[in-house]
């Protein structure tokens, strides 16, 4: 079956550490994304590649870190520079040209901090 | 600037009511797309609607409606004869080109048995 899958479900981090949430698609989507969301609110754009071995900053970029270096995977790195990563993480991926596409999304992973 | 605006926080109905959930959107470009997603309390944001800003035409698709009005800048979500399925939360987004979307805040429905 194609789809996203992202892991884990839920992710501890404990203060100073850096932790990787994962996210892979088969899909043959081009396009990538990286989304936060906080209880009560929208989504908001961490990260987002268009293509393998590029990337772009959304509105959220800072105390995250992002590589594409398949095609199918884009992993997010939340770094000890993020003072409240508390939040569930949201991966998509979409077919179609910049304005036209349709994002499809993860399951999601669920990160606290301990 | 590009905004979206769902002004419902919550909702609850009875089932089998129908109920509207509205989006109202903010744009100066002439071509943009709407969307409509949910998301139940699994997390997964599931895709229901994409509409171009050239097609007012509404649609439906089984129990789903949807209303495109350019004049007022909404694109509102009705759901027929309610289920306890349709408990989730809705989100409306807007597409500003270059890969980006603006989501609303989304609505929470609750549909009580």
């Known amino acids: 079956d194609g789809g996203i899958t992202q892991s884990p479900k839920y992710l501890f981090r404990k203060e100073g550490q850096n932790v990787t949430l994962s996210c892979e698609q088969n899909?043959?989507?081009?396009?990538m994304y990286w989304y936060r969301q906080d209880p009560g609110q929208g989504l908001r754009l961490i990260y987002y590649s268009q293509i393998v071995n590029d990337f772009q900053k959304g509105d959220i970029a800072e105390g995250y870190s992002v590589s594409r270096e398949k095609k199918e995977s884009f992993p997010l790195t939340v770094t000890s520079a993020q003072k409240n990563p508390t939040a569930f993480y949201l991966c998509?991926?979409?077919?179609?040209?910049?304005?036209?596409?349709?994002?499809?999304f993860g399951p999601g992973t669920r990160l606290l901090v301990l | 600037a590009q905004k979206v605006t769902q002004a419902q926080t919550e909702i609850s109905v009875v089932e089998k009511e129908d109920v509207t959930l509205d989006c109202v959107y903010e744009t100066r470009d002439t071509t943009y797309y709407l969307f409509w997603y949910k998301q139940p309390p699994s997390g997964e944001l599931v895709f229901l609607i994409r509409r171009n800003s050239f097609d007012e035409q509404n649609e439906i698709s089984g129990r789903y409606s949807w209303n495109f009005q350019k004049s007022t800048s909404s694109f509102n979500f009705t759901i027929t004869a309610s289920q306890v399925v349709d408990s989730a939360v809705y989100f409306c987004?807007?597409?500003?080109?270059?890969?980006?979307?603006?989501f609303g805040t989304g609505t929470r429905l609750k549909v009580l048995a």
């Open positions: 899909l043959n989507h081009d396009a």
């Open positions: 987004a807007l597409s500003k080109g270059t890969y980006k979307y603006i």
């Open positions: 998509a991926s979409s077919v179609g040209s910049a304005g036209e596409e349709t994002q499809y």
